[in-house]
Structures are given as C-alpha cells and as structure tokens.
C-alpha cells in the first residue's frame, strides 16, 4: 500500500506538467518515447537476462506495451481534445476496468461494471454538454483506450507473478517491460513522429527528464510492485486516490478559470459509476464451471 499512496504523490504534477509544457508543443510520439527510453536506462544495469522463466520475460514484455505504450501514446494524443481537468477526471473510468479485467482473470461476469462506465460517459457529457463535438469524444474515446490499456497491464502483472512465482528480484526482469513498451512507442514515432516538433528549452527538457525518470522508471515500477501487494479492490481504489491530488495541483496552480460547477456536476455523476460499481459488483456472476 505504501507504494501506492507514494506514487499517487509522485504523479500528481504529471498531467499538468504534459499540459502545460509538452501538449501541442512537442510531439506526442517523441514524448513517449523519450520516457520508454529514459525510463528502461534506468532499470539496463539492473536486469537479469539470463535465469528468468520465459513466461515471465514474455508477459512482462506485453504488460509493458500495453501498461506503458499504448496507455502512454493513448494518454498524450488525448491532451490534444481535452483540457487537463477534463484528463484527470476521465481517467476515473479505470478503476471500473480493474474489476472488468480482474473477473474475466477469474472468469467471472459482472454486468454491473458495464452500467458504471455508461453511467461515466454521461458525466463525460455533463462536463461539456454545450461544446461536445466529435473532437471531444475521439479524445474521451483515447483516454478510455489508455485506462483499459493501463489497468490491463497492472492487473496482469499481479496476475503474472502470482502465477509464475520466482526467486529472481521483480527489479531484475523489470527491464522487459521497457522493451514491450518501445516496440509500441518506437514504431508509432517512427509512422507519426513529427521531427519538427522537438524540445526546443531546458525546460521542455526537464519536464521530459523528470517523467521519464521519476514518472515512468521509479513511479510505474513501485506502482506495478504495489499492485502485487494488494488485492484487486484496494488496486482499483488507489488507482483514482491521484484525480483529487492532481486536480487541485491543476485547478490552483495553472487553470484557475475552469468551470467549477460542471466539473463538479459531471466529476458527481462519474464518482456515482464508481459507488454503484462498487456497491453492486458482489453479485458478479461466476463464469467458472460448476464442477471445476
């Protein structure tokens, strides 16, 4: 747990930090991708390649470019149609995908998780009821890619050490993830990088450093730690523990003219998704065979 409300503070400044110097300045693939690298040099002396089950190489690898690319690429694209308090508050959907995901591990089905996130769209549609476009919704639509890609992986990778127990240290093979994620982020900067949208100040420059070091090489591995620590319900909890945090960072510091009252209307109706899917999911249906 303490992994968790750690890094819940470490991230707190990061949508911000995206909006305010990065979004619409410099490219969002490069951003990625920059972080994928910084973050898995970070963790090149420390890992093992000899001596860890293949199994475990290989999921790590796909958490990573779910977990770290496609979340990440999905998250940074978003900024582009969506302010940063608009991000944030989006991304409440995610614990509802932690439950999704989590019975479908155990091979459960609650419909209950599916009214939650139909539920978080209408408030999605609060927030900007009077300037919903499609540029609005492509950009709810990427961000909700990102949460089902970023609960995914962590899900996983509780899922994964579970199930492959190993004495090797978690920040030995957590390398693997890094590699996962720069064959997502390497290709698309590749496809749809735009060389004319590079870092051009120190502090463009620094925002990158500090995400890719502090955010995606310390944050995502004591987040991926902790997640093997705690049972699900704890993991999807924690998980919005940074909108609160990183909206008052947001709200006070850098966007002080947003519109309080429809953020406050349409933030109720998705926290009501939350409680309802927390309220009601206990009566999940197993999918499990009655003799098994």
Sequence with gaps: ????????FLWA????????????????????LSRVVLGGLAFLALTRWRGVQSELKIGVIIIGALQFGVTYLCLYRSFGYLTAPEVMLFTITTPI???LIDDLLHRRFSPVALIAAALAVIGAAVIRYDGITGDYFLGFFLLQISNVSFAA????????????????PLHQFFGYFYIGAV???????LIFGDMSMMPETTLQWGVILWLGVAASAVGLFLWNRGAT????????VMNNALIPTGLLVNLVIWNRDADLMRLAIGGAIIVLSLWVNQRYSKYAVSLKPVNS
Excluded at 15 to 31: C, K, N, Q, R, W
């Design 1 to 8: 747990m303490r992994y968790l409300v750690f890094v819940t």
């Design 183 to 189: 064959l997502i982020a390497g290709p698309s900067f």
């Design 97 to 99: 995908y932690v439950a």
């Design 229 to 236: 620590l705690v049972d699900a319900g704890t993991l999807a």
């Design 13 to 32: 400044f990061s949508f911000s930090l995206i909006d305010e110097y990065l979004s619409g300045t410099v490219d969002s693939d490069f951003a990625v």
């Design 153 to 168: 992986g962590q899900v996983g990778y509780k899922h994964l050490i579970q199930r492959y127990p190993t004495d090797v």
